[in-house]
């Protein structure tokens, strides 16, 4: 931002990348016009069955690659499962979404998932406008989001219906309707 000469920003993050945008904002608040968090957490608890499968998926993208690990996910976690099956269509983008990513970005990502350090006692600290969205069928974000929305003052949740863990491409008309509203609000 400061070598494009860019005062301020609307920063948005997704999952790992609203992990980020949550500690550039912590960080560098006086950056920021406003702040989009899209189904992330202050802190990423995972069931040790969730990172067990993880850790069996980086062993498969080794040895097998990225699309054997695609459909041990989708045969072996039940949400993913479930969500396909509701929608169907979505199968589809996430395999190529999935084999479009490196071998090494996918491992290294739950990497510094699993080392991530929780955040909620400093949100707090967050005073720009923020919106937080979450994909309606994205139970496993559902708890985190909630300690998001309680602990940034200047909040707005938005659920985004038929939508799991990646709305802003599961239901884009809906998850940008929301955006422009809210940055028409804020005067960005």
Same mark, same amino acid.
Request: overall charge negative; glycine content about 6%; proline content about 5%.
């Given at each position: 931002?400061?070598?494009?000469?860019?005062?301020?920003?609307?920063?948005?993050?997704?999952?790992?990348?609203?992990?980020?945008?949550?500690?550039?904002?912590?960080?560098?608040?006086?950056?920021?016009?406003?702040?989009?968090?899209?189904?992330?957490?202050?802190?990423?608890?995972?069931?040790?069955?969730?990172?067990?499968?993880?850790?069996?998926?980086?062993?498969?993208?080794?040895?097998?690659?990225?699309?054997?690990?695609?459909?041990?996910?989708?045969? $072996?976690?039940?949400?993913?499962?479930?969500?396909?099956?509701?929608?169907?269509?979505?199968?589809?983008?996430?395999?190529?979404?999935?084999?479009?990513?490196?071998?090494?970005?996918?491992?290294?990502?739950?990497?510094?998932?699993?080392?991530?350090?929780?955040?909620?006692?400093?949100?707090?600290?967050?005073?720009?406008?923020?919106?937080?969205?979450?994909?309606?069928?994205?139970?496993?974000?559902?708890?985190?989001?909630?300690?998001?929305?309680?602990?940034?003052? $200047?909040?707005?949740?938005?659920?985004?219906?038929?939508?799991?863990?990646?709305?802003?491409?599961?239901?884009?008309?809906?998850? $940008?309707?929301?955006?422009?509203?809210?940055?028409?609000?804020? $005067?960005?």
């Amino acid at each position: 931002m400061n070598v494009l000469g860019i005062e301020k920003c609307c920063l948005a993050g997704h999952s790992l990348g609203g992990a980020i945008a949550l500690l550039f904002a912590l960080d560098h608040q006086e950056m920021l016009s406003s702040l989009v968090l899209v189904d992330t957490s202050s802190k990423f608890p995972m069931p040790p069955a969730m990172f067990e499968m993880r850790k069996k998926m980086n062993e498969i993208v080794r040895s097998q690659g990225m699309e054997a690990a695609f459909e041990f996910e989708v045969a $072996n976690n039940p949400q993913r499962g479930e969500f396909f099956q509701e929608y169907p269509d979505e199968k589809e983008k996430e395999r190529q979404r999935m084999l479009s990513m490196s071998p090494d970005a996918f491992i290294y990502t739950w990497k510094s998932i699993e080392r991530q350090k929780p955040l909620d006692h400093r949100l707090s600290e967050i005073n720009v406008p923020t919106l937080i969205y979450m994909g309606e069928e994205d139970i496993t974000m559902a708890e985190g989001i909630q300690v998001l929305k309680e602990g940034i003052a $200047n909040s707005e949740l938005v659920t985004v219906k038929g939508a799991g863990h990646s709305p802003h491409y599961e239901a884009p008309d809906a998850f $940008n309707e929301a955006l422009l509203k809210f940055l028409d609000r804020i $005067n960005w």
